[in-house]
Antibody, heavy 112, light 107 residues
Framework: VQLVESGGGLVQPGKSLKLSCSAS????????MHWIRQAPGKGLDWVAY???????VYADAVKGRFTISRDNAKNTLYLQLNSLKSEDTAIYYC???????WGQGVMVTVSS | DIQMTQSPSFLSASVGDRVTINCKAS??????LNWYQQKLGEAPKRLIY???NLQTGIPSRFSGSGSGTDYTLTISSLQPEDFATYFC?????????FGSGTKLEIK
């Protein structure tokens, strides 16, 4: 199993960014997936979940601003981040449904 | 939302020591509690799932216990590679919530 995130970077407050997580080594379409983030020097925060049938759940802190989605044909998970705030600055990890596999993480920095 | 209170925040111990880390949930989480180890610059690694199930490849010196609202991670004999930060996660209900972490340092 391998999960590889991409798409991070430096973005201004209020702007948008789209993260990707490329999955391999398992039947991606059969499993739910999570995004989890970690602010610099801080703990872990669960962000969002998408089921195998594309049902979604979000943390209150990102509801209405972030959108989790998936493309099973491309074995790829996405997180669209809109209306970004400085407090969204973090390493963003994708993780398997059982959280037994994690990507290496991608850094998102929100700053003017 | 379920709050997870993890203790202690910091733990100083020596190689060979037995240590315990605790997580207390704000309500019954039905043993849906995982433990993770995170080393600096790395992604978290799952050690224990559903309270007491050892992840494949994790040494048997790691164990978990608990029920209801109270859960414990025990490392029976600390090894040098165990010095890291540990987190618990409740996955009984959304939103999933993590404990605040325990940094295990060498005494």
């Amino acid at each position: 199993v391998q999960l590889v995130e991409s798409g991070g970077g430096l973005v201004q407050p209020g702007k948008s960014l789209k993260l990707s997580c490329s999955a391999s080594g398992f039947t991606f379409s059969s499993y739910g997936m999570h995004w989890i983030r970690q602010a610099p020097g801080k703990g872990l925060d669960w962000v969002a979940y998408i089921s195998s049938s594309s049902g979604t759940v979000y943390a209150d802190a990102v509801k209405g601003r972030f959108t989790i989605s998936r493309d099973n044909a491309k074995n790829t998970l996405y997180l669209q981040l809109n209306s970004l705030k400085s407090e969204d600055t973090a390493i963003y990890y994708c993780a398997s449904e059982a959280t037994d596999y994690w990507g290496q993480g991608v850094m998102v920095t929100v700053s003017s | 939302d379920i709050q997870m209170t993890q203790s202690p925040s910091f733990l100083s111990a020596s190689v060979g020591d037995r240590v315990t880390i605790n997580c207390k949930a704000s309500q019954n989480i039905n043993k849906y509690l995982n433990w993770y180890q995170q080393k600096l610059g790395e992604a978290p690694k799952r050690l224990i799932y559903n309270t007491n199930n050892l992840q494949t490849g994790i040494p048997s010196r790691f164990s978990g216990s608990g029920s209801g609202t109270d859960y414990t991670l025990t490392i029976s004999s600390l090894q040098p590679e165990d010095f890291a930060t540990y987190f618990c996660l409740q996955h009984n209900s959304f939103p999933f919530t993590f404990g605040s972490g325990t940094k295990l340092e060498i005494k």
